[in-house]
C-alpha cells in the first residue's frame, strides 16, 4: 500500500464572531484550527485586521467611519501552498434601538420651557429635532392655552392631521 500526502487543506469551518457592528468597534473573528495551516482574511471597507493575520483568529477594528454593509472573508492556505475556496460572513452596522418611550410634561405649556428626555442606552447618542418651525408644539400650546372652544377644535384636527403625517413618514 501506499499512501500519498494529501495537498488539499481540510474544509474551513464555520466564522465565528458578531456579525453586527458600530463604528469603533473591536470584534474577534475566528474558525476552527487546521494544524499546519495559515490564514488570508479580508475584512469590510473601513475596518482592518489589528492582531492574529496569519491565524485562525484575528481581532478586527472598525474605523469610526464604518457605516457599510461588507463581508469578512478566510481562506485557508495548506503546509504545501494549496488554497481553499473563500468562506465569508456578511457583517453590516448596528442598527440603534428606537428609544421606548419620550417623557416629559404634557401640561403647563404656555409660555413656558419643557423638558423632555429618554432613558439612557449602552452605546446611543440621540439627537432631538422638532418640526420645522416647531409647529406642533405651537399648535399645542395655541390649543392649551386657549379658552376658546372653536379654536380648542380647529387645533385638535390641525395636530391631528400632523401627527398622523409625521408618523407615516417615520414608521413608513
Request: proline share 6%; aromatic share 6%; with cysteine.
Amino acid at each position: 500500500m501506499t499512501l500519498s500526502p494529501s495537498i488539499t487543506p481540510a474544509a474551513i469551518g464555520a466564522i465565528t464572531g458578531t456579525f453586527t457592528a458600530c463604528p469603533n468597534a473591536v470584534q474577534t473573528y475566528s474558525v476552527a484550527n487546521i494544524s499546519g495551516a495559515t490564514y488570508n482574511w479580508t475584512t469590510p471597507s473601513n475596518s482592518n485586521i489589528t492582531q492574529g493575520a496569519g491565524t485562525n483568529s484575528v481581532e478586527v477594528t472598525f474605523h469610526n467611519n464604518y457605516n457599510n454593509v461588507g463581508n469578512i472573508c478566510v481562506t485557508v492556505v495548506s503546509g504545501c501552498g494549496v488554497s481553499t475556496g473563500p468562506k465569508c460572513k456578511t457583517i453590516a452596522p448596528t442598527v440603534p434601538k428606537r428609544p421606548v418611550s419620550i417623557t416629559g410634561t404634557s401640561s403647563g405649556l404656555c409660555n413656558g420651557n419643557v423638558s423632555y428626555s429618554v432613558a439612557p442606552q449602552a452605546g446611543m447618542n440621540f439627537q432631538w429635532t422638532t418640526p420645522e418651525p416647531s409647529s406642533v408644539l405651537t399648535i399645542l400650546k395655541q390649543l392649551m392655552c386657549s379658552t376658546e372652544s372653536s379654536l380648542k377644535d380647529r387645533y385638535v384636527y390641525r395636530l391631528t392631521m400632523h401627527v398622523a403625517a409625521v408618523l407615516h413618514d417615520v414608521f413608513l
